[in-house]
C-alpha cells in the first residue's frame, strides 16, 4: 500500500477495514492544551473564531495533519443547550447544574433546533465558518457528541442510577427524548461538515452499569441512533466497558477505547475483530509524563495488537496539557516508522 496517499484517504481505507499504508493517528488537541500551549486567555480562544482557527492551524503545521481543525467549546454542548450550568474553566469542563431536578422536569423539555438553540447553534454556527475559511481539501473534524446513555446522565445526574432501579419506565422516556437530541445534533453536525470524518459518540458511562441494564437500557438506543444518521457507527468508551462489549449493535463500525492503563489493545481485537479499533496510546503515562522513546514503544505496541488492517492510532482522552512538544513530534514520526 502507498504510504504517500492524503490523510483523509488513508483514515477512510483504515475506517473501512483496510491497510492505509501510514496507520492515521487520531486524537483531540484539547482546549487546555491549546491555551497553555500558546498563552491565550481561555475566554479570548473561546470567543475570537480567527484566534481559535489560527492557533489550531499553528498546532497542525507544528505535528502534523492528524491534528484536525475542530468546533471545540468542551464536551457537554447538548446538556447546556437543555438548560444546564455547565462552566468551562481552565482546569476543567464542569456541570454546575443538572437540567432535570425531578422526573417532572422531564415534560418541560424540548428537542432543540441544532441549527438555532443553545450552545449547539453557536458550535454548527462556528462549524459553518470554519468550513468556509478552510481549503475544502482540510478535513474538519465534528464536535464531540454525546451517546443518549451518557446525554441521559449528564441531564439527570447521579440520580439517573437510582431511577434505573425505581422507575425503569421513566428512564426508557428519558432515553427516548436524549435519543432524539443525539439524532438531531448529528444530523445536523453531518449536514455542515458532511460524513467524511466520524463524529465520536461519547458514552464514558456506560462502564458504571451491569450488563443487564445496559442490555436494556444502552444497546436499543445505540441501535436508533446508527439507524437515524448517516456518517459512521461509533462508539466511544474511555473506561474498562470489556463487560459490555457484546452489546454493541452489529451495525457498529468503529470503536474508540480507552488507554493500556485500562484496556487491552489485544482483548479488544481478540473481541472485535471485524470493527475498527481507535486506539490506545497512554495520554498520562506515555505522551504526558513519558520520554520520546516511550512514545515510541508505545506506537510499536499498538501497531502490535490492534494490527495494520482496520486500524487508527487512538489518543483517548485528547492531547493534555503540558504534554511535552517533543513527545508528539515522537508520536507521528513512530507512527510513520513502524508503518
Known sequence: MSSNKS????????????????????????IRYITSRTGLELEEYLSDRQKLLETQL??????GDWILPRPNHGPFVETATLGGNVVVEEEQ????SFPLQTRRDLLDLQVPNPFEDGEMAKILD??????????????????????????????????????????PSWVHDLLKFATEVAIEYAKAQEEVLGTEIPIFHSDDIAEMVSPSHYEEFGFPYSQKLFEQTDGWNVIHECG???????????????????????????????????????????????LLNGKPEDVRKDVKRCL???????????????????????NLKALTRATKEFS
Open 240 to 286: 474498562n466497558s470489556e463487560h459490555l462489549w457484546n452489546l454493541f449493535p452489529d451495525s457498529t463500525e468503529v470503536f474508540e477505547l480507552g488507554p493500556q492503563e485500562t484496556v487491552d489493545l489485544r482483548e479488544v481485537r481478540r473481541a472485535m475483530p471485524e470493527i475498527t479499533l481507535v486506539g490506545n496510546v497512554s495520554t498520562t503515562k506515555v
Open 93 to 96: 469542563t464542569a456541570i454546575r
Open 126 to 167: 462556528l462549524a459553518s465558518w470554519l468550513r468556509n475559511k478552510l481549503d475544502k481539501e482540510v478535513p474538519i473534524r465534528p464536535a464531540m457528541a454525546l451517546h443518549p446513555f451518557s446525554l441521559a446522565y449528564y441531564l439527570r445526574g447521579k440520580k439517573f442510577f437510582t431511577d434505573l432501579i425505581e422507575d
Open 58 to 63: 499553528e498546532i497542525r503545521e507544528d505535528f
Open 304 to 326: 502490535t495488537d490492534g494490527g495494520r488492517e482496520g486500524l487508527v492510532l487512538g489518543l483517548a482522552g485528547g492531547v493534555l496539557p503540558n504534554v511535552p512538544e517533543e
Open 7 to 30: 490523510y483523509s484517504n488513508r483514515l477512510q481505507i483504515a475506517l473501512k477495514g483496510g491497510d492505509p499504508g501510514i496507520i492515521p493517528i487520531f486524537g483531540t488537541i484539547t
